[in-house]
């Protein structure tokens, strides 16, 4: 793409600039150059057989002895010269100067002025590295780019490419294709309708289809000040001089602890971005199901609030590195396995100091933290020393959370499965019905499920089912440490 003629010479204003104060310093060494130069001819036109006057003769005078001079020569009179140049040999300089300044800037002047005008008109398009056309807008320069190396790639790995129509081998610049075409494009060549870039409908009337759940009793008020430290940071949970801990007064009591039913419990996540779905969940589904706020929304403590006044118990997230960190990124602050531990304690008291009535907090991703003995050792510790809970996603099975959490004696729980991986109603059912098997295997079970419309919508009907079945719902904090170490 060219730079407009615009952009072109102002970028030349300081080139040219350089070149005439380059003019200037050349006319003043020529100057100082000439003189030297006609200082040097007049010595050398003199020759040995030239009369060179004796500051000691005067005209008319004799010379001294042992002067060899021709005696031809006594009575000649001798010249008078003048060692500075007459006026008109001063001028003639300064017009021969004059001359070759003008002569050699009119040069430069001219090879200048033919360069511009072919850089101008002839110059080729610029290179990824050069300006960007304003009138252009980035993100279009962009996908087109992502789309060439996308094109690329699908050739060398022997995919079909992603045209506008859907298919067929060509580059296409991009026009014509929706945000969903381009985005699944880049990002896997050949991606199956409905996939790449989703617009979840998070408007109040995607979940119209919800009826409200009978409003619970509502929590204890937070903060209880007994269990609070005050710090740089903010307010964080501590255990009281009495050994009151936050898990015991912000957790959801829980009375059926003689019961024989398999008892399952239901973590909502991602809560506290879409106040259409935060409302949804907290209105729509019963006080026993566990609400999880991101930590990293707005208004935590507002959504904290209004939950626990509904009879909600809640978890805050707390973001792990994954596997596949950072294409697979829970957010800013992620504890990472190369962090010093102690920087990594810094970080979850950060997400602890966003709100107050919190029983617990649940990793977010960690598929590679929560494989490391070390940080998920120190980790926990800290959690235990503050009397919090922590609830294990569940995003692999290689977690190492339910053994060091026995080990050293910390309050956990562990997600056995996720509801709704895909979100479409179907698989939806069919991994609660999963579920229902899982709870009646081992007695109690614990599930993770997404704000989605449909996974609400599949969870509060499938919850309706429950008392037919046998099977109790519960909060997640009734089940701390009761699931079997695997």
């Keep these: 793409m060219k730079l407009p003629i615009k952009f072109k010479l102002d970028a030349l204003k300081g080139p040219i600039s350089n070149i005439v104060g ?53 009575d000649e009179e001798i010249p008078e010269f003048d060692e500075e140049l007459t ?38 398009a610029e290179d990824g590295g050069s300006m960007p056309d304003p009138r252009v807008p980035l993100v279009v320069e962009n996908l087109e780019n992502l789309e060439a190396e996308t094109f690329a790639l699908d050739q060398a790995l022997g995919r079909q490419p992603l045209t506008s129509s859907g298919a067929g081998a060509g580059q296409g610049t991009g026009q014509g294709k929706t945000l969903n075409e381009l ?22 009337d995607a979940f119209a289809a919800l009826s409200p759940a009978p409003r619970g009793t509502p929590l204890k008020p937070a903060p209880n000040y007994e269990m609070i430290e005050e710090t740089d940071m903010g307010m964080l949970p501590r255990i009281s001089e009495k050994g009151q801990t936050s898990f015991n007064e912000y957790s959801r009591p829980y009375e059926g ?7 399952v419990a239901v973590i909502v996540s991602g809560l506290g971005h879409s106040r259409a779905a935060t409302d949804a969940a907290i209105n729509n589904l019963p ?5 999880a706020i991101d930590s990293h929304a707005r208004g935590v403590s507002y959504w904290m609030e209004r939950a626990r006044e509904f009879g909600h118990e809640v978890l805050l997230t707390l973001p792990l590195e994954s596997e596949t960190f950072p294409f697979e990124d829970p957010g800013p602050g992620t504890l990472r396995v190369l962090s010093a531990p102690e920087e990594n304690v810094n970080q979850m008291e950060w997400v602890m100091s966003r709100a107050s009535g919190f029983f617990g907090l649940m990793g977010v991703a960690g ?18 020393d503050r009397g ?40 939806i059912d069919l991994k609660l019905a999963e579920f229902e098997k899982l709870a009646t295997s081992r007695s109690l079970a614990i599930g993770r499920i997404s704000n989605s419309p449909v996974s609400l919508a ?15 719902l519960v909060p997640v904090s009734a089940l701390a440490n009761k699931q079997l170490i695997r």
């Excluded at 985005?183 to 109040?204: E, S």
């Excluded at 006080?287 to 609400?291: G, T």
């Design 22 to 74: 380059k003019l200037g310093a050349v006319k003043g060494l020529l100057g100082l150059f000439g003189k030297k130069k006609k200082k040097k001819i007049d010595e050398d036109e003199l020759d040995e057989d030239d009369f060179i006057p004796s500051p000691s003769r005067k005209n008319g005078d004799e010379p001294d002895e042992g002067d060899d001079s021709d005696d031809g020569l006594d």
């Design 87 to 124: 006026e008109e040999e001063i001028e003639e300089e300064a017009q021969k100067k004059k001359r070759l300044i003008m002569f050699g800037g009119g040069g430069a002047g001219a090879a200048t002025i033919l360069g511009i005008i072919a850089w101008l008109v002839m110059a080729p």
């Design 183 to 204: 985005a699944a494009g880049a990002t896997t060549g050949n991606a199956a309708p409905g996939a790449g870039v989703v617009v979840p409908a998070t408007t109040k």
């Design 257 to 263: 602890k003689k019961s024989d039913k398999p008892r």
């Design 287 to 291: 006080p026993e199901i566990s609400l």
């Design 367 to 384: 598929s590679k933290f929560t494989t490391n003995d070390e940080q998920i050792s120190f980790m926990l510790k800290a959690i235990k």
């Design 388 to 427: 919090i809970m922590f609830v294990d996603g569940g995003y692999t099975p290689f977690s190492l959370v339910p053994r060091i959490a026995f080990k050293e004696k910390v309050t956990w729980a562990a997600v056995e499965i996720d509801l709704d991986r895909k979100l479409e109603g179907s698989a």
């Design 458 to 472: 599949r969870l509060s009907a499938w919850i309706k089912t429950l008392s037919d079945k046998g099977i109790e």
